[in-house]
């Protein structure tokens, strides 16, 4: 009777942590992660095909990162205003700060990818700018949460 006693513990322990997972799961900041996730997944397919294709067929490394990023920015932009930030309205100083914040992940992206290259000797993109993801993501992530798409203050001039 005990073990009978025991395993309804563990099976009703398991059933409250999978609410407790599911709950927090729901919760804005760990939605608002994932759907960057999937946008920036859809983002950077874009970006790492086009560098790789067009690296590939120029060997002009700062071109082809430029062509990816034109892609990917255009995607994420988008995508992070309207689904990840659903930021409401469109006003000159976000867009004014998404520019900068794309400007400055281009150089820290070019930068991480050439010190890759360098570093595994390798004359080719692919591997490298995937090696680079991680890092551009959490940077991009950060300035677009708490720089290009913040609420700004009711009192805030436009």
């Given at each position: 009777m005990?073990?009978?006693?025991?395993?309804?513990?563990?099976?009703?322990?398991k059933r409250n942590l999978k609410l407790?997972?599911?709950d927090y799961?729901?919760?804005?900041?760990?939605?608002?992660?994932?759907?960057?996730?999937?946008?920036?997944?859809?983002?950077?397919i874009a970006d790492t095909l086009i560098t790789t294709m067009s690296y590939r067929f120029t060997k002009d490394l700062a071109l082809s990162v430029l062509l990816g990023y034109i892609s990917s920015l255009l995607i994420g932009?988008?995508?992070?205003?309207k689904v990840?930030?659903?930021?409401?309205?469109?006003?000159?100083?976000?867009?004014?700060?998404y520019s900068v914040a794309a400007v400055v992940a281009y150089f820290v992206s070019l930068f991480i990818v050439r010190a890759f290259m360098y570093a595994l000797r390798v004359d080719d993109a692919f591997v490298p700018k995937l090696l680079s993801i991680p890092f551009v993501a959490l940077f991009s992530f950060l300035l677009g949460k708490f720089w290009v798409f913040r609420e700004e203050p009711e009192y805030a001039l436009k």
């Open positions: 005990r073990q009978v006693d025991t395993l309804n513990k563990v099976s009703k322990n407790k997972i599911i799961a729901k919760q804005p900041r760990i939605v608002q992660i994932v759907l960057f996730g999937i946008v920036g997944g859809l983002s950077t932009y988008i995508l992070h205003k990840t930030f659903k930021s409401e309205h469109m006003n000159k100083s976000s867009l004014k700060r």
